[in-house]
């Protein structure tokens, strides 16, 4: 199985500012990650696929980078709405679905 | 608009079983592979099955296979999951999720539902 490893778990940022956070995989899994923004009672929420792609409807505010074992999300200009819980979730070659620990986003 | 709707969730004692269901609207449901998503209590987000679309391939994740078994019925628009031999740590909310791509699945959870809780306890 591949373990995806998010940090940090918890990251406090001033609205405005940029958020930069991270995922590693345990193996090389090409570009086969994904992000989502999880709100509390609320559906998660594609951010990412393909390490990169935007999904529909997403904000360019949004951008996901890194291929093989390294990956980041950063969410620039925060505002209030983008404070949630991230998880990556990595999907290659038939080994099962795993998601990252996920790393809470907290206003400063 | 896709919806995903899901029902079946509630208390149950260790040992006992469950159907969850989760009905689909606002698209092609028979085009895409459809997954099941837990969340525990305090815990993050973990895979637990998944079905491709006409309901020839279905996966598990380890914790799970042998208990669980996910199904579906393109002509009701209708995806299932039977967790059986349930245990105090399969206490979580479920989602159903559609995959992103038609057809063949690229394994990114593109529509969630609201989900549904099951709670495990005597």
């Known amino acids: 199985e591949i373990v995806v490893t998010q940090s940090p778990a918890t990251l406090s940022v001033s609205p405005g500012e940029r958020a930069t956070l991270s995922c590693r995989a345990s193996?090389?899994?090409?570009?086969?990650l994904a992000w989502y923004q999880h709100k509390p009672g609320q559906a998660p929420r594609l951010l990412i696929y393909?390490?990169?792609t935007r999904a529909t409807g997403i904000p360019g505010r949004f951008s996901g980078s890194g291929s093989g074992t390294e990956f980041t999300l950063t969410i620039s200009g925060l505002q209030s709405e983008d404070f949630a819980v991230y998880y990556c979730q990595q999907f290659h070659d038939w080994s099962p679905i795993t998601f990252g620990r996920g790393t809470r986003l907290d206003i400063k | 608009q896709v919806q995903l709707v899901e029902s079946g969730g509630g208390v149950v004692q260790p040992g006992g079983s469950l159907r969850l269901l989760c009905r689909a609207s606002?698209?092609?449901?028979?085009?895409?592979?459809m997954h099941w998503v837990r969340q525990a209590p305090g815990k993050g987000l973990e895979w637990v099955a998944s079905?491709?679309?006409?309901?020839?391939?279905?996966y598990y994740a380890d914790s799970v296979e042998g208990r669980l078994t996910v199904s579906r019925d393109n002509s009701q628009n209708t995806l299932y999951l039977q967790v059986n031999s349930l245990r105090l740590e399969d206490t979580a909310v479920y989602y159903c999720?559609?995959?992103?791509?038609?057809?063949?699945?690229?394994?990114?959870?593109?529509?969630w539902g609201q989900g549904t809780l099951v709670t495990v306890s005597s």
């Open positions: 393909g390490a990169s």
């Open positions: 193996q090389n899994i090409g570009k086969n």
């Open positions: 079905i491709s679309f006409d309901g020839s391939n279905d």
């Open positions: 999720a559609r995959d992103h791509e038609m057809w063949i699945p690229l394994w990114a959870l593109s529509y």
């Open positions: 606002g698209f092609t449901f028979s085009s895409y592979a």
